[in-house]
């Protein structure tokens, strides 16, 4: 069974920083593209950042330049540092991973965590 677990979501002020993580767990032989994903209350989920396992990245156009994807490998975990907060921002935000299992037999599925809230507000 594999888990991915995201944190540090939370109350900020507009202007403000937080950093989300997001650990895997279970039968993982390794793990291909991670991103992160966010849901505003009434709206459909979109993609935030993307970043494969070499490293490259992808940002969409509301937070390029404001936030930043990154991962460690050996922890199996995806960060997403977001500076400069808005009110816009404000949504339940994802992890989201293609991962390579081993057990109950090795292929590649995809996973979402259950998610994290972020609130951006005075």
């Known amino acids: 069974q594999v888990q991915l677990v995201e944190s540090g979501g939370g109350l900020v002020q507009p202007g403000g920083s937080l950093r989300l993580s997001c650990a895997a767990s279970?039968?993982?032989?390794?793990?291909?593209?991670m991103a992160w994903y966010r849901q505003a209350p009434g709206k459909q989920r979109e993609l935030v950042a993307t970043?494969?396992?070499?490293?490259?990245?992808y940002y969409s156009d509301s937070v390029k330049g404001r936030f930043a994807i990154s991962r460690d490998n050996a922890k199996k975990s995806v960060y997403l540092q977001m500076n400069s907060l808005k009110p816009e921002d404000t949504a339940v935000y994802y992890c989201?991973?293609?991962?390579?299992?081993?057990?109950?037999?090795?292929?590649?599925?995809?996973?979402w965590g259950q998610g994290t809230q972020v609130t951006v507000s005075s």
């Open positions: 970043i494969t396992r070499g490293g490259s990245t």
């Open positions: 279970g039968s993982i032989r390794s793990i291909e593209s």
């Open positions: 989201n991973a293609d991962i390579w299992t081993e057990l109950p037999r090795f292929r590649l599925q995809n996973y």
